[in-house]
Nanobody, 122 residues
Framework: QVQLVESGGGLVQAGGSLRLSCAAS????????MAWFRQAPGKEREFVAA???????YTSDLVKARFTISRDNVKNTIYLQMNSLKPEDAAVYYC????????????????WGQGTQVTVSS
């Protein structure tokens, strides 16, 4: 089992920045691919970014120029630095983990956090 706890969400004005964190505990963290997904009201959950255990990062084209994913295997934590936020970035952001490799599809991931709300005012 892997337990994931997100933090860092909140209310920010358009153009502002937030850094989300996801702390993992349980099974060996360093061998997991960790990912961020988001889900806005009435919309499907969508891939944002992922980072493999070796540090290879993948970011959605929608946010690639503004968001950066990173991980600290000593702290068992991943981060999502979000800059130049737009109202359309508002959503619940979820952290996910799997040891099966990489995918942009949410069902591929085995473990999920509870989510953290990001609200962007225009």
């Amino acid at each position: 089992q892997v337990q994931l706890v997100e933090s860092g969400g909140g209310l920010v004005q358009a153009g502002g920045s937030l850094r989300l964190s996801c702390a993992a505990s349980g099974r060996t963290f360093s061998r997991n691919t960790m990912a961020w997904f988001r889900q806005a009201p009435g919309k499907e959950r969508e891939f944002v970014a992922a980072i493999t255990w070796s540090g290879n990062a993948y970011t959605s084209d929608l946010v690639k120029a503004r968001f950066t994913i990173s991980r600290d295997n000593v702290k068992n934590t991943i981060y999502l630095q979000m800059n130049s936020l737009k109202p359309e970035d508002a959503a619940v952001y979820y952290c996910a983990a799997t040891n099966k490799g990489f995918s942009v599809n949410s069902p591929f991931y085995d473990y999920w956090g509870q989510g953290t709300q990001v609200t962007v005012s225009s």
